[in-house]
């Protein structure tokens, strides 16, 4: 199945006006010196021997975001601003719970609106390909509403292809056309939907010739093609693995422990805003189902394991299911298996043994309706 479609229509009437024809990249030049200027400046600390101006800092560019009205020129800023938020966040070492948790709000909240004004012409992009062009693809992402408004995640991914097709035909930079085309393929290589990452590659191909990408992309076509005949996809036998059970004494759990049941494999995080966005969902359908023979295992993706029951002491997402904490080579090899390339990542798994559906129907209202349709209840 394919999500991409090339038209503007499907995106935001803001991602789609034109910023206003001026030169920026003397604004650009400048913002990224601030950026990675403001990166060492961290990394120095208390040996820092100087003070920045107040408009070299987050601070600073609030203030000048609020009084700008040449709209690329505001997108740069707010590009700016979550870069150095980033790199403030990255430096702060281990925080209390409650300024970790204000940390993190406050830089996704940086990052949503950015993506929400950003035009496909924006100078903010040159920023972007200057300090980290792999974030375009977050851009696109986000832009889309992403896992935070009521969409499908095929609906998001379609919002996100026709966001980079703008960027490619309107951004008047080659390197960033060059960066949209090269996202355009990873965002396709997620889902794994190598027949758009053929038609990516063959794209970048007559733009670029020299791309390294093209290399690269084409060996990852040849092991995909291998892999998609055993991939983890509906209709086909769930993968064997084993993963050890959190909280009930070293139990090993895999698709035998669920055998002759309906079951979800669920990889998540307690920092995955779209994943907890799900739980209520996920909570309301396993209060249903459970007692009708729905099981969960989450496997989670969290950097410590006391992160998980944190998370679960709060009463309004105690998880009432299997969980497993698999970490380094265990946990990248489960990951591998999976093909997970971004979560939420769900699979629900049928009493025999095979994939009933990826991703698709296991998202917010949805769930529910999948899986009335295979359990009863008193």
Wanted: with cysteine.
């Amino acid at each position: 199945m394919s999500y991409r479609i090339s038209t503007a229509l499907l995106l935001p009437a803001m991602l789609v006006a034109q910023a206003p024809a001026e030169d920026t990249s003397a604004l650009v030049a400048t913002y990224t010196a601030v950026v990675k200027n403001y990166a060492a400046h961290l990394k120095e600390g208390k040996a820092a021997k100087t003070r920045l101006p107040m408009d070299a800092t987050p601070e600073g560019l609030s203030v000048l975001i609020a009084h700008e009205t040449r709209p690329g020129v505001r997108q740069l800023l707010l590009q700016a601003r979550y870069f150095m938020l980033r790199s403030q966040a990255a430096e702060s070492g281990k925080l209390p719970d409650n300024l970790a948790n204000f940390q993190f709000t406050l830089t996704t909240s940086s990052m949503l609106e950015l993506a929400g004004q950003m035009t496909p012409d924006s100078p903010a992009l040159d920023l972007v390909a200057a300090v980290d062009p792999e974030f375009l693809g977050w851009i696109a992402w986000h832009a889309s509403g992403g896992g935070y408004v009521k969409q499908t995640e095929a609906q998001a991914a379609t919002k996100a292809f026709a966001f980079f097709d703008q960027v490619f035909e309107k951004h008047p930079s080659r390197a960033v056309k060059l960066l949209a085309l090269e996202s355009s393929i990873e965002l396709s290589s997620r889902p794994r939907m190598i027949a758009e990452v053929r038609k990516g590659v063959a794209r970048l191909q007559a733009f670029e010739p020299a791309s390294p990408a093209i290399a690269k992309w084409n060996a990852w076509l040849v092991k995909a093609e291998v892999e998609d005949k055993i991939a983890p996809k509906a209709g086909n036998p769930m993968p064997a693995f084993k993963v050890t059970e959190l909280g009930k004494g070293g139990k090993v759990l895999g698709p035998a422990t669920f055998k002759g049941k309906y079951w979800i494999l669920d990889f998540w995080a307690t920092w995955c805003g779209p994943c907890k966005g799900e739980l209520p969902f996920v909570h309301k359908a396993y209060a249903k189902y459970h007692d009708a023979g729905l099981e969960i295992l989450s496997v989670s993706s969290d950097k410590k394991v006391g992160d998980i029951a944190a998370f679960r002491r709060n009463p309004a997402t105690p998880m009432p299911w299997h969980h497993a904490f698999p970490e380094g080579k265990e946990r990248e090899a489960l990951m591998n298996l999976f093909q997970v390339r971004g979560i939420p990542h769900v699979i629900l798994v049928g009493p025999d043994g095979k994939i009933i559906t990826v991703n698709d129907g296991l998202r917010g209202e949805d769930l529910d309706r999948t899986l009335g349709k295979l359990l009863k209840t008193k």
